[in-house]
């Protein structure tokens, strides 16, 4: 049996591997198909790419675009995107500049209630263009303005804490037409955390091709339920286990075997669409 791993982050946005570290692992592991899917950000994608290829591991580009439906916050993960693509890239600088200004707003809160943290050590920490609250956290760690990225979070961080800023999200439905302008496909992300089923049409109305039914967070029953609703919808099925490396406890890579048949019907449903497009404009 093949099988694949589709949620994977490494320290090009919040995990803490590096590109060739997660592809060794995976190759370890015995994983056909790999895909990164950083926050905010296809930086890591060059690497992984050669870091795959080096461990005999088939990999496949990914994003996940932090987005929002009336007022719900949503994960769009994006695959096979073309990483040259100027409009996915133009927009990918746009959602990292807002990061990277939400850092300095949050630092500013955090000195306002007196934490002398310094914002050039959280980008310093981050080094990368897709920053979030999770750097801020491992800052304040590093610092010893507090004890644990926990008590960073339930002190600080967490929503209407005091140093809370919250985010500009795209649009969910800008962020399925990015995605396919870009030549991939759109996918939600663990619909399980979020619990905005409710949205689900609206975003199948917009073109969404995917549902993660397999994720870390998702019980046995919540994985048959977004099965059921792949079915309804006629939906790609996807899966992965959001590993993050060491940057929320243990990682979570091995956790999720996705059997290879789903990304074979990915690839047919990305090559469809790539045919589709390139007729549309001969
Ligand atoms: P952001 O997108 O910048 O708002 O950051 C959200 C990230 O922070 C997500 O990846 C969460 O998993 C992480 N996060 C939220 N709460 C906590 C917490 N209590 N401890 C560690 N990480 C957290
Ligand atoms: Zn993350
Ligand atoms: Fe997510
Ligand atoms: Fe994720």
Same mark, same amino acid.
């Given at each position: 049996?093949?099988?694949?791993?589709?949620?994977?982050?490494?320290?090009?946005?919040?995990?803490?591997?590096?590109?060739?570290?997660?592809?060794?692992? %995976?190759?370890?592991?015995?994983?056909?198909?790999?895909?990164?899917?950083?926050?905010?950000?296809?930086? %890591?994608?060059?690497?992984?790419?050669?870091?795959?290829?080096?461990?005999?591991?088939?990999?496949?580009?990914?994003?996940?675009?932090?987005?929002?439906?009336?007022?719900?916050?949503?994960? $769009?993960?994006?695959?096979?995107?073309?990483?040259?693509?100027?409009?996915?890239?133009?927009?990918?600088?746009?959602?990292?500049?807002?990061?990277?200004?939400?850092?300095?707003?949050?630092?500013?809160?955090?000195?306002?209630?007196?934490?002398?943290?310094?914002?050039?050590?959280?980008?310093?920490?981050?080094?990368?263009?897709?920053?979030?609250?999770?750097?801020?956290?491992?800052?304040?760690?590093?610092?010893?303005?507090?004890?644990?990225?926990?008590?960073?979070?339930?002190?600080?961080?967490?929503?209407?804490?005091?140093?809370?800023?919250?985010?500009?999200?795209?649009?969910?439905?800008?962020?399925?037409?990015?995605?396919?302008?870009? %030549?991939?496909?759109?996918?939600?992300?663990?619909? %399980?955390?979020?619990?905005?089923?409710?949205? $689900?049409?609206?975003?199948?109305?917009?073109?969404?091709?995917?549902?993660?039914?397999?994720?870390?967070?998702?019980?046995?029953?919540?994985?048959?339920?977004?099965?059921?609703?792949?079915?309804?919808?006629?939906?790609?099925?996807?899966?992965?286990?959001?590993?993050?490396?060491?940057?929320?406890?243990?990682?979570?890579?091995?956790?999720?075997?996705?059997?290879?048949?789903?990304?074979?019907?990915?690839?047919?449903?990305?090559?469809?669409?790539?045919?589709?497009?390139?007729?549309?404009?001969?």
């Amino acid at each position: 049996m093949k099988f694949a791993d589709l949620h994977l982050h490494t320290q090009f946005s919040d995990g803490t591997f590096t590109p060739e570290e997660l592809a060794g692992h %995976g190759a370890r592991l015995g994983f056909a198909a790999l895909a990164l899917t950083d926050h905010d950000s296809v930086e %890591g994608c060059a690497r992984m790419a050669a870091a795959c290829a080096a461990a005999g591991v088939e990999f496949i580009v990914g994003a996940e675009l932090t987005a929002e439906h009336e007022n719900t916050e949503v994960h $769009i993960l994006g695959y096979f995107l073309d990483t040259k693509n100027q409009t996915l890239l133009t927009e990918i600088a746009r959602f990292q500049a807002v990061r990277q200004q939400r850092i300095n707003e949050m630092v500013v809160r955090l000195n306002e209630v007196n934490v002398p943290l310094e914002v050039e050590s959280v980008f310093a920490l981050a080094n990368c263009k897709s920053p979030g609250r999770p750097h801020v956290a491992r800052a304040l760690v590093k610092a010893g303005l507090v004890a644990s990225l926990d008590e960073a979070f339930e002190r600080f961080l967490k929503k209407n804490r005091p140093a809370w800023v919250p985010k500009a999200k795209v649009s969910a439905l800008e962020g399925i037409d990015l995605i396919h302008q870009a %030549g991939g496909l759109a996918v939600m992300a663990h619909p %399980g955390l979020n619990r905005t089923d409710e949205i $689900i049409p609206a975003l199948v109305e917009a073109g969404l091709d995917g549902i993660e039914c397999f994720h870390t967070k998702h019980s046995p029953a919540l994985s048959e339920r977004y099965l059921e609703i792949a079915e309804k919808f006629n939906l790609l099925v996807t899966g992965g286990s959001d590993c993050h490396g060491f940057s929320k406890g243990k990682p979570l890579i091995g956790g999720i075997k996705l059997t290879y048949e789903h990304v074979e019907k990915m690839k047919q449903a990305a090559a469809a669409k790539k045919s589709a497009t390139t007729d549309a404009h001969r």
